[in-house]
């Protein structure tokens, strides 16, 4: 992918960075060769980047001609936002405080060049605020009124930059083109490429390290170059042209803010963010359900006016579920009305509203992994021993029930076809569906984003071939979104 930076007067440009090319902002914005450019990525370094400036239309432009332009519009739009600012500030806290505590005056500003500073001590938070900041030279200003808080954000023009931070500059920009961290180099030309975000020290990943290896092994046989990524890559998406997370997902949290950046700049995405949205709350989960009226164990939605209610209506033993919660986290089994009680008030104290549903014993319940809107594996999670649940946490150990994977063909049609009638309410992507099998009868209890794909469990059946399955689904929708092919 070609680097283009763009600049008010090339002539004055003090750097001298290999392997770019920089252009004045009137030929970028009115020469028709770079209307026809494809596959670049465009470092605007505009003095200005004010409403109808050069500087603003040359990243509106570039997103118009399919380049990947660094900042973008929103981005020029939340430095100005003091709301978002805050937002930053508030979600950055902990590493704000621990980075400026040794700081004794009141205020303090940070310049950071393509997510570095000059002092090595302020590297995760320069890196963490590029990422949400996506400007390639920002100074940030902070001010401590009792605890230290973002005040404001301002793009540093190139004519700003002290003398003493030209080489600085250079070495942050070359590592920054050059693709931070790279696990190894690619290996083949390929047409296309795919980041894998994921996280080495999660207790709980959707795949396994084994698995990991399958997916990457699968992209390179189709023609894929396959990157793993993580949190601090969140800069670099503009380098890729799809983004598999497997990673735990949830809407508070920087997988979402991958997802929907990645969603932002034309990428394939898996999980994107409205199925990160949709399945990782319960409540609407409920509601959905209900709505079409697909069958699930009786549910009830609670709150502080109706908890008293709830015994009545489900019944005991009851199953209540915070409605962020996963991996058998946030959900309890209440067996007296003393529990009951006790359970919902907690809950209702971290949640406005809580799911409520009636306790169907089982001994496994059934995982229908559907791609694509097309059902990809079948199994059975046991429940663990002397459990009510698949997974019993005690302390800092996790105990696991047993498994059994099938060819989807052997599984209950019923099963099967409920798992795909609620998969599709949610949209395209890749989820797990879980149904509970009583007395005949199939129940949908959650639908997931983002589910297991594990070695020697969800591919058991179908082995290599599950892994390129998937990563087929990537090419395909790649290839779909770059010849502009929209399905109906």
Known sequence: MAVLIVVDNPAKWPFAIAGVDVVDARSYLTRPSYSEMRGVRLINLCRSYSYQTSGYYVSLLAEARGHKPLPS???????????FVRLVSDDLDDLIQQSLAPIQSEKFTLSIYFGRNMAKRYDRLSLRLFNLFQVPLIRVQ?????????????????????????????????????????RSPRRVRARYDLAILHNPQESNPPSDEKALRRFERAAVSLGLS????????????????????????????????????????????????????????KVFLAELLRRHRLP????????????????????????????????????VKADTEQQLNDE???LLAESELVIAQGFLPTTFDWRIGILDRRPLYACKYFMAPQHWQIMKHEGQTTHYGKWETLPVELAPRAAVRAALKAANLIGD??????????????????INDNPNIESAVEDAILRDDLYTRIMSVFLNRIEQTKSGYQPA
């Not at 190139?158 to 590592?175: R, W, Y």
């Open 73 to 83: 519009v929103t981005t020029i739009q939340d430095m100005k936002s003091q709301a």
């Open 142 to 182: 902070f001010a401590r009124n009792g605890k230290w808080s973002i005040r404001s954000v301002a793009a540093i023009a190139t004519n700003e930059v002290p003398e003493s931070h030209a080489g600085f500059l250079v070495d942050a920009a070359t590592e920054h083109f050059a693709g931070r961290g790279r």
């Open 226 to 281: 396959c990157e793993f990524i993580g949190r601090d890559d969140y800069a670099r998406l503009a380098e890729f042209d799809a983004l598999f997370i497997r990673e735990t997902t949830y809407v508070n949290h920087h997988t979402y803010r991958f997802a929907r950046r990645a969603a932002s700049e034309g990428l394939v995405v898996i999980d994107d963010p409205d199925s990160i949205v949709r399945c990782t709350n």
């Open 296 to 331: 699930m164990p009786p549910t009830m939605v609670v709150h502080k006016g109706n908890l008293d209610s709830v015994a009545g209506e489900m019944g005991l033993p009851c199953v209540l579920k915070q409605p962020d919660s996963a991996f058998s986290l946030g959900v």
């Open 344 to 346: 919902l008030r907690r």
């Open 429 to 446: 992507g890749l989820y797990g569906v879980d149904v509970k099998e009583s007395n005949g009868e199939f129940y949908i209890i959650e």
